[in-house]
């Protein structure tokens, strides 16, 4: 499951994903968490958009009310039948994340919860398959946040995984274009379990359980 992920430089972003609208503004991190507002690339008025979102989709009808949770991920399984993410499915509200990587952890047999970061093998960035939603508070206020969208792990990462067995659904870069464009069937075909062959994972520092830690020795291989 991805707790945390990394988000590339601004320019490499838009170099890969090239959006067609930039209002974005951000930098490279090492250790996004959930709440944070993060880069997301998404379709408006049939022109890519770049944005930043709320990394955590509250339901709009929850009316800006935190209290009512916010949903960081969801099993593309559960996708049609979830009653808070059916509607935003079905209403085209898709969007992209650019990732350079995300952490998963492994429990050991002495307990110890093991982190590795996974990474896409010769793509320094690629895209997330998330949805979105928009609430408004009572005081006009709105909220855009997403929500990841996972699938099975393929059988290199799922050796690793101990505690679920879903990983973010990794877009390729030809399939960018119809999870954006496409209908609600053409974009479901694409949430699928990666090839064994496209993500590699290694042991990292167990700094990276600290939001304190935003450094690039964070995704370096340990022993």
Request: aromatic letters at 10%; charged letters at 20%.
């Given at each position: 499951m991805c707790e ?16 067609e ?6 930098s490279?991190s090492?250790n996004?968490a ?7 690339v ?10 930043m979102m709320?990394?955590g989709?509250i ?17 593309c ?17 898709r969007?992209?994340?650019?990732f ?6 492994r ?13 896409a ?21 709105v909220?855009?946040?997403c929500?990841?969208?996972t699938?099975?792990?393929n059988?290199?990462l799922?050796?690793?995984?101990t505690a ?9 870069a ?12 053409a974009?479901?075909a ?13 042991a990292?520092?167990?700094?990276v359980?600290?939001l304190?830690?935003d450094d ?8």
């Open positions: 945390r992920y990394v988000v590339p430089d601004q320019d490499l972003v838009e170099r890969a994903l090239a959006p609208l930039r209002w974005w503004h951000f490279a090492f996004v959930p709440s944070r507002y993060v880069p997301a998404r379709l408006h008025e049939g022109r890519s958009e770049a944005v709320r990394w989709l339901p709009a009808w929850a009316h800006g009310d935190m209290s009512a949770g916010h949903w960081l991920r969801l099993s399984s559960a996708l049609e039948s979830s009653p808070l993410f059916r509607g935003p499915w079905l209403n085209g509200q969007c992209m994340l650019p350079a990587g995300f952490y998963t952890w429990l050991t047999p002495a307990g110890y919860r093991q982190p590795y970061f996974v990474h093998n010769g793509r320094p960035v690629f895209a997330v398959a998330a949805v979105w939603d928009r609430t408004e508070t009572d005081d006009g206020d909220i855009e946040g929500a990841i969208l699938v099975p792990a059988a290199p799922e050796s690793i995984q679920t067995r879903e990983i973010p659904a990794v877009l390729s030809e399939d960018c274009e119809t999870w954006l464009h496409g209908t609600p069937a974009a479901r694409l949430l699928r379990t990666p090839p064994d062959a496209l993500l590699t994972s290694h990292v520092s167990p700094r359980n600290s304190a830690c690039e020795g964070l995704v370096r291989a340990v022993g």
